[in-house]
């Protein structure tokens, strides 16, 4: 399974953007790039994923670099609910598992 | 849909009694899966499934952890004997088709979770 690199942790105020970086140096032709997050005490929740393009939805937008080594996330306004432990992940069309690594840690002062 | 729904949320037993997690996923879903974490490993995939079939169990750690899903509304994870390193929070999850038939295994769905603690 590919391999992705994320920062520990990131700080962010309230109203402003944020922008969680991911590198994926080994992804494939084949990899879809996904975000979820995991508010404290509950379950991961998916927040967007993409191929090659650029994708958004209410929730986010996903910028992906031109050789898809890269990616990143970007909350257009946190709020203090987006504080989070943001996952970014690489699956294969064929094998619908996802592995989740370490993520980056949000948090979000008022 | 009320979504994942996992029983029970917390489970306290004593080292070497059979544990079962329960775990009901959206309807209509025809993937599932189970994951543990732990702040040492983070979230671990266990097994996962299709149309109720194991795909791949590679994540179970030993023998002593067995799933089944006997029909597309139900699965278990169990765990006999139990030991004080299985202590976890464990995760189910689902997914499946779009409403326009396109494959969405893409996003799952997760449950809300069962800690459980083994003295």
């Known amino acids: 399974d590919a391999k992705t690199t994320q920062p520990n942790s990131m700080e962010s105020n309230e109203e402003e953007p944020v922008h969680l970086p991911c590198n994926h140096s080994?992804?494939?032709?084949?990899?879809?790039i996904h975000w979820y997050r995991q508010l404290p005490s509950q379950g991961p929740e998916y927040v967007i994923h993409g191929l090659t393009s650029n994708v958004n939805n209410r929730m986010a937008s996903l910028a992906i670099a031109e050789d898809r080594k890269s990616s990143t996330l970007i909350l257009h306004r946190a709020t203090l609910r987006d504080a989070a432990v943001y996952y970014c992940i690489l699956s294969d069309y064929n094998t619908d598992k996802l592995i989740f690594g370490t993520g980056t840690r949000l948090q979000v002062f008022p | 849909d009320a979504g994942v729904i996992q029983s029970p949320r917390h489970e306290v037993t004593e080292m070497g009694q059979e544990v079962t997690l329960r775990c009901k996923p959206i309807s209509g879903h025809d993937y599932l899966f189970w994951y543990r974490q732990t702040m040492m490993r983070g979230l671990e995939l266990l097994i996962y499934?299709?149309?109720?079939?194991?795909?791949?169990d590679s994540g179970m750690p030993e023998d002593r952890f067995s799933a089944k899903m006997p029909n597309a509304s139900f699965s278990t994870l169990k765990i006999q004997p139990s030991e004080p390193r299985d202590s976890a929070v464990y995760f189910c999850?689902?997914?499946?088709?779009?409403?326009?038939?396109?494959?969405?295994?893409?996003?799952?769905?997760f449950g809300p979770g069962t800690r459980l603690t083994v003295l």
């Open positions: 999850a689902s997914s499946g088709l779009s409403p326009s038939g396109a494959r969405s295994t893409d996003t799952q769905y």
């Open positions: 080994t992804i494939s032709g084949t990899d879809y």
């Open positions: 499934f299709n149309n109720n079939v194991p795909i791949d």
